[in-house]
């Protein structure tokens, strides 16, 4: 499920994670701002039976 306003994007999703013996579901909590024209910035929150496990935060940049 996503929802945008603005310059801002929320995506929440499960993922399978790879594992040494097998994978492992956690819940994404996925956030997304738009900085300019060629930059956004992503904040995804991971979750595991409600509890916080991770959190990863990434930029993206277009390239000319």
Do not use: C, H
């Amino acid at each position: 499920m996503g929802e945008e306003n603005g310059d801002t994007f929320n995506w929440r999703y499960l993922i399978d994670l790879p594992v040494p013996n097998g994978t492992l579901q956690v819940q994404f909590d996925d956030w997304m701002w738009k900085l300019s024209e060629t930059r956004v910035l992503n904040r995804a929150y991971m979750k595991k039976y409600g509890l916080d496990i991770g959190e990863v935060i990434i930029t993206f940049e277009k390239q000319p």
